[in-house]
Each structure stands twice: as C-alpha cells, then as structure tokens.
C-alpha cells in the first residue's frame, strides 16, 4: 500500500513537430516534364480543333450558297462546339503555364536559398576561427595599445637632453655667443688692417735675385746696378 497517495504517472515525452517533407529533386523535374508534355498535346490539340472549325465554317458557306438551310446551320452548330472546346483548353493551358513559371520560380528560389545558407554557413564558420566579434575586436584595441606605446616611446627617445652641471640661463648663453661673435670680427678687422699696409710697403717693382743654388760671379758694373737698383726700392 502506497502511504503517499497513488503513484505519479509518468509525463510522456512531447512528440517533435512534423517536419515539413523536403521536395526531391527527381520529383519537381518530373512534375516539369509531365507540364511541358501536356502543354504540347494540348497546343496539338488546338490545332486540331482549329482546322476542324475551318472546316464546318467552309461547309456552312458551301451549303448555304446550294440552298442547304438546314445543312449550314448542322455546321454552325458543331462549330459552335469547337469553339467551347478550344476555350476550354485555352484556359487549361494558361493554368498550366502557370504552373510551369511558379515551379521555375521556385526551383531558382530553392537554389538561392541553398546558395545563402552556404554562405552563412561559411561566413559562421570565418567568425568563429577569427574568434568572434569581441576577439576581433580585442586584438584592435591591442593594436591601438600598440601603436600609442610605440609613439610614446618615440616621443621619449627623441626628447632634448640637458648635460648634467649645465644650468646656465639662456640669456647668459646669448650674451656668451655675442662676445664670441664680436672678438671674431674684431680679428677680422685688424687682418684686414696688417694687410693694407703691407701692400703699401711693398716694393713697385721686383728685385731680380739670383736663382737659389746657382753661384754666378757678379762683374763690378752689375754689383753697382744691383746696388743702384736696391737703393731706389727703399
């Protein structure tokens, strides 16, 4: 005896929802086939009835012109009757058609559904080796970490560098390379100088001396115009 009341019933498992039957491709190129062998017989069969009401219509002249009432109008009425028969296929035809042009319809549609799952599948499968969104966006802002850290660093490396003990003011620096740049031309000036009066002091016209290393004896004559000649340069 079950002290606890009766026993639960087992709950059954919810069956899965119907899934709806995946078309077979034999089957929908069949059913193509089967459309276009129709659409032929019935355009044959137009052309069938539409001789046969050429026919009645001939006939009716042709009895009608002998005097045969009763005869033209036997034609008119099968004619009449061709005639609802060849409308009547007009419009089986025309839903055939369309059928026809809603299964074309379809099978691109089916083709292009196939191409974009594909492509999602694939576009799925890129995502996730490249980690997902936030992985890709984690690597971006490691790169951007890295270039601000490259450009601190360049930043550091080119930055101006003080010798150790070198405080000097700016202003003394100045003055310092304005001295510099005054005694330089003072120098200038007093070269310049030296060499304007050594030009003046130079002789107007060369003395002739004799060749280094050559021992040439001097007559008394030429001793007295070297003489003569000094004496005038002085």
């Given at each position: 005896?079950?002290?606890?009341?009766?026993?639960?019933?087992?709950?059954?498992?919810?069956?899965?929802?119907?899934?709806?039957?995946?078309?077979?491709?034999?089957?929908?190129k069949?059913?193509?086939?089967?459309?276009n062998?129709?659409?032929?017989?019935?355009?044959?069969?137009e052309?069938?009835?539409?001789?046969?009401?050429?026919?009645?219509?001939?006939?009716?002249?042709k009895?009608?012109?002998a005097?045969?009432?009763?005869?033209?109008?036997?034609?008119?009425?099968?004619?009449?009757?061709?005639?609802?028969?060849?409308?009547?296929?007009?419009?089986?035809?025309?839903?055939?058609?369309n059928?026809?042009?809603?299964?074309?319809?379809?099978n691109?549609?089916?083709?292009?559904?196939?191409?974009?799952?594909?492509?999602?599948?694939?576009?799925?499968?890129?995502?996730?080796?490249?980690?997902?969104?936030?992985?890709?966006?984690?690597?971006?802002?490691?790169?951007?970490?890295?270039?601000?850290?490259?450009?601190?660093?360049?930043?550091?490396?080119?930055?101006?560098?003080?010798?150790?003990?070198?405080?000097?003011?700016?202003?003394?620096?100045?003055a310092?390379?304005?001295?510099?740049?005054?005694?330089?031309?003072?120098?200038?000036?007093?070269?310049?100088?030296?060499?304007?009066?050594?030009?003046?002091?130079?002789?107007?016209?060369?003395?002739?001396?004799p060749?280094?290393?050559t021992?040439?004896?001097?007559?008394?004559?030429?001793?007295?115009?070297?003489?003569?000649?000094?004496?005038?340069?002085?």
């Amino acid at each position: 005896m079950n002290l606890f009341g009766k026993k639960k019933e087992p709950t059954a498992p919810t069956p899965p929802p119907p899934t709806a039957p995946t078309p077979d491709p034999d089957s929908t190129k069949a059913a193509m086939d089967k459309v276009n062998d129709t659409l032929e017989t019935i355009t044959k069969r137009e052309e069938h009835v539409q001789r046969k009401i050429d026919a009645e219509l001939n006939n009716a002249k042709k009895f009608s012109a002998a005097g045969k009432k009763r005869e033209a109008l036997q034609c008119i009425k099968r004619k009449k009757m061709y005639e609802k028969q060849l409308e009547q296929m007009g419009t089986t035809k025309m839903t055939l058609e369309n059928q026809k042009m809603t299964l074309e319809v379809m099978n691109i549609n089916k083709e292009t559904l196939a191409a974009q799952q594909a492509a999602a599948k694939a576009m799925q499968q890129q995502t996730k080796q490249m980690g997902g969104v936030d992985k890709v966006e984690e690597i971006m802002d490691s790169v951007e970490d890295g270039m601000q850290d490259a450009q601190e660093i360049q930043d550091a490396l080119s930055r101006q560098i003080d010798m150790p003990g070198l405080d000097a003011d700016e202003d003394d620096l100045l003055a310092e390379l304005e001295g510099l740049e005054a005694d330089e031309l003072a120098t200038e000036l007093g070269t310049v100088s030296l060499a304007s009066d050594s030009a003046v002091e130079m002789p107007s016209a060369p003395v002739s001396l004799p060749a280094a290393g050559t021992k040439k004896v001097m007559t008394d004559e030429e001793r007295e115009l070297a003489e003569l000649e000094a004496s005038m340069a002085m």
